[in-house]
């Protein structure tokens, strides 16, 4: 069979280019050539030179001007033309291209040709890049060649039929009786065409899928020939007869039985007979045992099958070829949640492949032995885990790391095992770990009081270590400004004290500060620490003094701002630093990530007995107005904030509430209120006091949503400025303040403030509402507090 | 000219097939190139360009098979020249290596020995065989004799009767 002379010409002579430039010459010299034998009218190389222009265009240049040559091509009588005249259509054409329209006559023709290659030609071509718009004109035309005697035609046109199912879902319809009666072909090409077109119509469709279930005694009929034949040269791979068609009927099978018994059932023996006869010692036998082991885990099957499947999966992931263990993996990956103890028993097998040299074996593996983490193997897992962490590939880290947080935080046996587990995390890969693991570990070691004193420790001797890993800076920092006073005392129970001086600390402080490896956050970090131990330390407060006032020209300005403020702390506040400064109390999980707008309401415990005043900020000090003031915290919704008493302390209305309880109570400090009584009423006074007055009226809006208006008058002599409402409410209402009227009281009661307050409270909890009233008049600043206990017309 | 209205390109609901072929040899080069589902030219070049970046580098005894966007990933290499194929989320990655391996048994038959040269020289050769033996991504033909006689007597009447 001669090869093209001119196309090989050129080939050599492209490939005997030395340079991209002279290729390129080569290539345009060639084309214009090309371009001028297009325009000639009919010569005997026409083919010739459309192949060529194929082969240039796979090497990536432009052919666009041959897309009219592949029509005039496909138009042909000659065979030779119509064959590659389709080829460059399937190459250069798209359904996108106008051109592709222009060729949907020839293919209809040749459809119908007297000679089946070239209706193959045609088919191929539908197939490859038939367009919606084809497909449905030629659907009649292909169910019809399904029901020809040729088999030859009849394979091709199952295949082109699922191409046109694909495009366009509705033909579907067609051929569905076609393909049922292809199910009886025995020419292997035709049947496998007909499983496919079959599964096709399937997937696409119930009503469809139920009725080819009635197909299943059919398909185990066929599939039990093809395993227990004897040896078929025509189809025989390895052993294996036919694995093409195994696999393909072993998938349809999956589509039938699946959420159905009947045929589940109807297909048990089969699978099971697969799944032992079938050869495992090469790959074609393991692709089958591979399908049929997905097909067992996705039907109803009996428990005994299951087992055999995921055993067959365990010998998979022993088998030396590292594709059958990733294939493992993968598959286990997929029931780990449903047959979770069956893919337990191969967890060791699992982490051993944590430790295989390929990078996708290892990814399957770090996920796969993440889902088998439980409490009982918690420990010897991470071992493994954090092994693999300090030895796994740079795109692996951060997945790792967080598995790693999750796992420890869902299982670990002791809050110690915790911190030290985040703590190594952060050293081996701290720059991979996501931003909540800093405020997540400090809220970790807050709620761990007993550990304070080691963790510190701990955390002081890790930032010697490393100082370059962001995240651990930033904890260790915040520990170190939280319990410094334990670091100075020079004594620890858990683990070796250091003996170091005020100065030691602050020194290690500055040197975050000023390291080029600090990011600006934990610069601020920083700062902040250091701020701290002004109250911690008794010697060195001038040197703190020093260091912030240096902060207060820098440039960044979240650090300025910091240090002035904390300046500021210094000179104008200082009676307020002592207790600004002091421990922080326990975190609650969400409160943390606040929006603007909205206070947060989390119920305070009492970190350390017997202290009192629990006046705690995280920020300095800030203006009225702003958010995230601990101080407006709501005293717990479900909880009582001291044992015994109650949460409302002052404001009351018509409820009988118990009487302000005794000291310690957070509502005692703001100086609960008690605001006149009024008889039931739909609305009530929440607050008078100085010739200001608040209203309160509520609306149920729906089941769990509620409006709440808030009137403010004025019954002084004097304007009123500046006057804002902030509302808290219980942990689980949501909340959304409206703008304000107005922002000011004109005198003698001349204008009302009113503002709507939307709450949502699917929880249906016991609703409560503290509001924090703050205005100006006659030049000086007042603050207060009411609490609404309960609403009138709930 | 009316404009033409097409479908949108609906990968995402396809269930099974492959979505290409790619051969490529260990410059980049590349040799032959299916693509079963529409895809743009820019597409195409992308997805060569990815596919030579993920492929070229793996060593020599690693797992076969990637993860690419929503895609499984299967390359083979054979002499000078990679097969690579990209495969829907349901496909068989084992069956999928059989595939490639019975395209290079193909080749080598209809060949004779078959190396990277056959195949650049008659690269509309290459193609001919693997739309005997592939279809809209699924296979056609499961017997290796089929795809040679049919590939035989279609090249006999391209030789001695041209008009069919």
Excluded at chain 1, 170 to 181: H, K, N, Q
Excluded at chain 1, 212 to 222: G, S
Aim: charged share 20%; hydrophobic share 40%.
């Amino acid at each position: 069979m001669s090869p093209s002379v001119p196309l090989q010409e050129m080939i050599r002579a492209i490939r005997s280019a030395r340079t991209q430039c002279e290729e390129r010459g080569v290539i345009q010299r060639e084309c214009a050539a090309i371009r001028a034998q297009f325009r000639q009218t009919d010569n005997g190389g026409r083919s010739h030179n459309l192949a060529k222009l194929l082969y240039v265009h796979m090497l990536g240049y432009p052919a666009h001007f041959g897309q009219m040559e592949c029509v005039r091509m496909i138009a042909s009588p000659r065979y030779s033309e119509k064959r590659v005249g389709y080829l460059g259509a399937m190459m250069l054409l798209d359904e996108k291209q106008d051109a592709s329209l222009l060729i949907t006559n020839s293919i209809k023709n040749d459809l119908s040709h007297s000679n089946q290659y070239v209706q193959s030609l045609a088919l191929c071509t539908l197939a490859c890049m038939g367009s919606a718009e084809m497909c449905r004109d030629l659907a009649p035309e292909i169910d019809r060649l399904l029901r020809s005697s040729n088999s030859y035609i009849k394979k091709k046109a199952a295949l082109c039929a699922v191409h046109i199912v694909r495009k366009v879902h509705d033909l579907g319809e067609l051929f569905v009786p076609s393909a049922r009666s292809l199910l009886s072909e025995k020419n292997h090409g035709v049947l496998h065409g007909a499983v496919v077109l079959i599964t096709e119509l399937c997937e696409r469709s119930p009503e469809t899928l139920e009725r080819f279930r009635k197909t299943v005694p059919d398909l185990v009929q066929i599939m039990k020939g093809l395993v227990i034949s004897g040896y078929s040269p025509d189809h025989d791979v390895a052993g294996v007869s036919d694995p093409f068609l195994q696999v393909r009927i072993l998938r349809l099978l999956r589509i039938l039985g699946r959420n159905n018994e009947a045929a589940s059932d109807a297909m048990n023996d089969l699978l099971a007979q697969v799944a032992t006869n079938t050869d495992s010692t090469k790959t074609v036998g393991n692709a089958v045992l591979y399908e049929t082991v997905l097909t067992v885990l996705d039907i109803k099957s009996e428990s005994g099958l299951r087992v055999l499947a995921v055993n067959i999966l365990g010998r998979f992931l022993l088998n030396n070829d590292r594709n059958i263990r990733y294939i493992a993996m993968t598959s286990l990956q997929k029931i780990v949640s449903t047959d979770h103890n069956a893919v337990q028993r191969h967890r060791g097998t699992i982490v051993d492949c944590l430790k295989d040299q390929d990078a996708s074996v290892k990814r399957r593996a770090l996920e796969l032995s993440l889902a088998l983490v439980s409490a009982s193997n918690i420990r010897s897992m991470m071992k493994e885990l954090l092994i693999f962490l300090s030895s796994c590939p740079p795109e692996l880290r951060a997945q790792a790391a967080s598995g790693i947080f999750n796992a420890a935080e869902r299982y670990a046996p002791s809050k110690r095992w915790h911190i030290d587990t985040i703590l190594h995390v952060l050293t081996t890969a701290g720059g991979d770990v996501r931003d909540e693991t800093v405020p997540n570990l400090i809220q970790l070691i807050t709620n761990t009081s007993e550990l304070h004193c080691y963790t510190v420790h701990k955390l002081y001797r890790a930032l010697f270590t490393d100082i370059s890993q962001q995240p651990l800076v930033q904890v260790a920092c915040w520990c170190i400004g939280e319990y410094g006073d334990l670091l100075l005392k020079g004594e620890c129970q858990e683990t070796e004290a250091v003996q170091v001086t005020e100065d030691d600390v602050l020194d290690a402080l500055e040197i975050v500060l000023q390291s080029h490896m600090s990011t600006p956050t934990t610069r601020g970090f920083a700062l902040t620490a250091t701020m701290k131990l002004s109250t911690r330390i008794t010697d060195n407060v001038d040197r703190i003094r020093s260091i912030v006032s240096i902060y207060g020209s820098c440039i960044d300005v979240e650090l300025q701002q910091r240090a002035v403020e904390y300046n500021a702390l210094f000179k104008k506040y200082d009676h307020m630093r002592a207790a600004v400064l002091e421990r922080m109390p326990v975190i609650q999980k969400n409160s943390l990530g606040q929006t603007n707008g909205e206070l947060s309401e989390e119920p305070m415990k009492e970190s350390q007995p017997g202290k009192v005043k629990q006046e705690e900020t995280a920020l300095p000090p800030q203006p009225a107005g702003q958010v995230v003031d601990l101080l407006d915290l709501l005293g717990g919704s479900q909880e009582p904030l001291q044992p015994g008493s109650s949460v409302g302390g002052s404001a009351s209305t018509q409820l009988t509430a118990a009487p302000s309880s005794a000291g310690g109570d957070l509502l005692d400090l703001l100086g609960g209120f008690e605001p006149t009584p009024l008889a039931p009423a739909p609305t009530v006074t929440v607050y008078e006091k100085n010739g200001v007055t608040l209203t309160l009226s509520c609306e149920q809006q729906s089941e769990s949503g509620l409006t709440v208006t808030l009137t403010a008058s004025n019954s002084t002599d004097s304007d009123i400025s500046g006057f804002t409402l902030q509302a808290a409410v219980p942990k689980s209402v949501q909340l959304q303040m409206r703008a304000p009227s107005r922002d000011s009281l004109p005198a003698h009661g001349g204008a009302k403030l009113t503002q709507l307050v939307v709450l949502n409270n699917p929880n249906k909890v016991n609703l409560k509402m503290r509001i924090r009233v703050s205005y100006t008049c006659q030049g000086s600043v007042v603050q207060d507090m009411v609490q609404v206990d309960s609403f009138p017309g709930l | 000219m009316h404009v033409i209205n097409c479908d949108s390109h609906t990968p995402s609901t396809r269930c099974a097939g492959l979505r290409f072929l790619l051969l490529f040899n260990r410059q980049g080069k590349l040799r032959l190139q299916k693509w079963f589902v529409p895809t743009s030219d820019r597409e195409r070049k992308k997805v060569i360009r990815d596919m030579i970046m993920l492929v070229l580098p793996r060593q020599p005894r690693t797992c076969n098979f990637l993860r690419w966007k929503d895609l499984k990933i299967v390359y083979k290499r054979y002499a000078s020249l990679y097969f690579c194929a990209g495969l829907e989320e349901q496909d068989n990655e084992l069956l999928a290596l059989e595939v490639l391996h019975r395209y290079v048994e193909l080749l080598d038959k209809y060949f004779g020995n078959v190396c990277e040269l056959d195949i650049i020289f008659n690269f509309e050769k290459a193609y001919f065989i693997l739309d005997e033996f592939l279809m809209g991504g699924e296979v056609l033909e499961t017997s290796k004799f089929a795809v040679n006689v049919s590939m035989e007597q279609a090249d006999t009447l391209q030789e001695h009767h041209p008009y069919g």
